[in-house]
């Protein structure tokens, strides 16, 4: 089974910068496709950043070129820059054991329900 764990949330002023990290354990055999999520306070789950196995990134709208996502093995980056109080989100890495051409799909729609396992969350704060 894989275990996701997130660090790197907490709170800082608007325009500030913050980097997430999570790493993923209890998965060998090829590479796992991930991404994150976030979810804001009364809404619902959106995604924000995902990486296919080719390393094609896809950001939601809100926050393209502001975010950068990147992987390096088991490890998944989130970079928050120019931070937005619309940021504010417990944000949640996510992963899947997907095929190369199922991983493409699933990033690109962002797809939520393609991502098998999801860590606990870390929260961003970001106060105006």
């Known amino acids: 089974q894989v275990d996701l764990k997130e660090s790197g949330g907490g709170s800082v002023q608007a325009g500030e910068s913050l980097t997430l990290s999570c790493v993923a354990s209890?998965?060998?055999?090829?590479?796992?496709?991930m991404g994150w999520f976030r979810q804001k306070e009364g809404k619902d789950r959106e995604g924000v950043a995902t990486i296919d196995t080719d390393g094609r990134t896809t950001y939601v709208a809100s926050v393209k070129g502001r975010f950068g996502i990147a992987q390096v093995q088991n490890v998944v980056s989130l970079h928050l820059n120019h931070l937005k109080s619309d940021d504010t989100a417990m944000y949640y890495c996510?992963?899947?054991?997907?095929?190369?051409?199922?991983?493409?799909?699933?990033?690109?729609?962002?797809?939520?329900?393609?991502?098998?396992?999801w860590g606990q969350g870390t929260q961003v704060t970001v106060s105006s």
């Open positions: 209890g998965y060998r055999p090829g590479r796992l496709c």
């Open positions: 996510v992963a899947a054991p997907l095929s190369p051409d199922g991983c493409r799909v699933a990033a690109a729609e962002l797809n939520k329900h393609a991502y098998d396992y």
